[in-house]
């Protein structure tokens, strides 16, 4: 099935950020583009003119069509809140992409509330664009955070495949702190070696991608903040857990503070 690449966009800069990525990214992967535009449908509509979703729809295909002729995008709005709108289109997306705060959202907040939603439930990867553009530090490589000791697959999947899309090198991060390493009785492993053999299955299978392994005896969220600044993409595990819906603390410091694009990828 050609599964689409779906980014929400509204009248925020941050959206329309997210648009032109996410018109890249479908290029790259050869898959068409879903321009969704979340209207809720209110009991009591306000008096004046009705919203111009269709005129912003009209705008988002002027400006990617413009910027990516070859694109194959399909615009449309629906009646619902953006979080279950974009929710329900996860369902029937190879990848989601969204802006870090929306149009809703007050000066100062990096994350909104309808990201943090998405890439703590989508069922497909969602991919973050923070809220100010990067800079222009060169940014010649991925970044995957991986714990070694219980790596997780999915995120690592996708982290190589991005990488060998884009030719570009593959930064896998492992970070620990002294004393987490050291809990872990009977372990005689390095945290070198741990990584080393958690990617081994994956450079097997994308012998092409140039892979740089980095251990740091660290908490991991400032180190992958860290490593965000020059980099590309930031890819991150997402474990089911008991309660849906809740992020881990790596997870927030980095969607929070990274100065790049940050996908979030679930495990089965």
């Known amino acids: 099935m050609d599964l689409p690449v779906t980014v929400g966009v509204d009248t925020s800069e941050a959206s329309l950020l997210a648009a032109d990525w996410a018109a890249r990214e479908a290029l790259v992967r050869d898959r ?3 321009a969704l535009h979340a209207l809720p449908r209110l009991p009591h509509p306000a ?3 009705p919203s111009d979703g269709g005129g912003l729809l009209h705008e988002v295909r002027h400006v990617l069509t413009g910027r990516h002729p070859a ?4 615009t449309e709005e629906v009646q ?10 996860a369902e029937d ?3 989601l992409v969204v802006g870090a705060r929306g149009d809703g959202g007050f000066a100062g907040l990096r994350v909104g509330s309808t990201a943090l939603y998405l890439v703590a439930r989508a069922g497909c990867p969602t991919v973050v664009l923070p809220v100010e553009p990067a800079g222009p530090a060169q940014r010649d490589h991925l970044v995957v955070g991986v714990d ?3 790596p997780a697959e999915a995120a690592l999947e996708f982290a190589f495949a991005a990488a060998a899309r884009s030719g570009l090198v593959l930064r896998a991060v492992h970070a620990t702190t002294v004393a987490a390493a050291e809990r872990k009785a009977g372990v005689r492993d390095t945290e070198a070696e741990l990584l080393a053999r958690a990617l081994a299955p994956w450079r097997a299978a994308h012998p092409g991608v140039e892979v740089v392994e980095v251990t740091e005896r660290t908490a991991p969220g400032p180190v992958l903040v860290e490593a ?4 590309a993409l930031l ?6 857990t008991i309660r849906i819906g809740l992020l881990g603390p790596v997870a927030h410091a980095v969607l929070h503070h990274a100065a790049c694009p940050v996908a979030v990828v679930p495990d089965a």
């Open 47 to 49: 008096p004046g003119p």
């Open 235 to 240: 890819v991150l595990g997402r474990r089911p």
């Open 228 to 231: 965000s600044a020059k980099a």
């Open 71 to 74: 694109v194959r995008l399909h």
């Open 148 to 150: 070694a000791r219980r």
């Open 93 to 95: 997306a190879e990848l």
């Open 80 to 89: 619902d809140v953006a979080t279950s709108a974009l929710g329900a289109a």
């Open 32 to 34: 068409p583009l879903r």
